[in-house]
């Protein structure tokens, strides 16, 4: 018997999930792309089986706590959408449906806790460095504390980097090219700060104006991929808000978050937002593109390194940008760009994946730093601070001493290489 979805019954974001369904045609090219698939060997941990999943809760045809297990453990990577011939937009079906999910599907006591800890804590980092200095100090009470909790203390560092801040508007070193307004994250700010400075450094070098707008917060990211709809749309307005002004374009040195940006139409559908919103999302570009598109005026000095470059999946299946980070760091001469195997395959973090879903995170991590050292390389580059933080965990677990860094701070760093005003 025939079922269709009653989409009027799921609001604004009912079309888009009907219409996500129905261009699934069950061929099963996503399976071999998809890293949950690829664990588990389960058909119902694939894209097509999820889709199937939903598709029968929205009909009404199963229950919303059957289909949870399996939508859980979707890592939201994307890797289906570029291996799907029928084109499938699979990002509009499962955050929309976690969305709905979120009230439909009781959680624990200690998972609610967990969840709640996360999204007040994450997304705003005067709370999050004070909640990671207090982590750190309590390492040595996590086989007392609740296996659920557990990840949270040890996917942290041993110790924060000092905090920085940057001035609101930086100007273009000799003439103006372009003027730019720059996304500074939450996560990052108190992970790593400097991959903020290094893309302000690298940017002014080369003529790029950047503005911080100083109302900014986070994106929103944390909360859309959680289902979490009410806060990811007061972040998106924040965002929307701290940026409204002029400016070439809107930059972000972090995947996952310009991948939300880029999705806040959809975030805001049906509301009086979403002509904003997409005019907005028309402006996003990740650094790389930005500036492999104007084209780099200061060249590079020698800066002999072996690098490994892992695609962030919210940059390689969500914004479709492989090729300009790699073009940047060629343009340094001495650099040997070396290719991960299995680049395709997820690292693991996926937001806060790593804390909902930790022996999953923690198999794909462990596989993407051994396929890292493979390559033999010095260092290993990546274009957001989730993939840098998993990466960083899980080469220390092998006891390796190979150095992870961002895509703009390898550019920084080498033209310092041979810079008087180094500090």
Known sequence: MLHAIPTEKYGPLGKPMAEAVSQCVHCGFCLAACPTYRELGQEMDSPRGRIVLMKEVLEGQLSWAAAQPHVDRCLGCLACEPACPSGVPYRDLISPFRALARAAVPRSFIERFRRFLTAQTLPYPTRFRLAAQLGILARTWIPWCPRPLRPMLELLPPQLPPAESWPELTPARGQRRARVALLTGCAQQVLAPDLNSATIEVLSRNGVEVVIPPAQGCCGSLAWHTGDLTAAQNFARRTLAAFEFDVDAVLTNAAGCGSTLHEYSLILRGTPDQARAESFSRQVQDVSVFLTRLGVREPFPEYRLKLAYHDACHLANAQGVRLPPRELLRAIPGVELLEILGADLCCGSAGSYNLDQPAIADSLGEQKARAVLATGA???????????????????????????RHTFQVLRDAYRANDSSKP
């Not at 601070?385 to 390796?400: A, K, N, R, V």
């Open 378 to 404: 010095d260092v290993v580059v990546s274009g957001n601070i989730g993939c840098l933080t998993q990466l960083q965990h899980h080469l220390q677990q092998l006891g390796s001493t190979v150095r992870v």
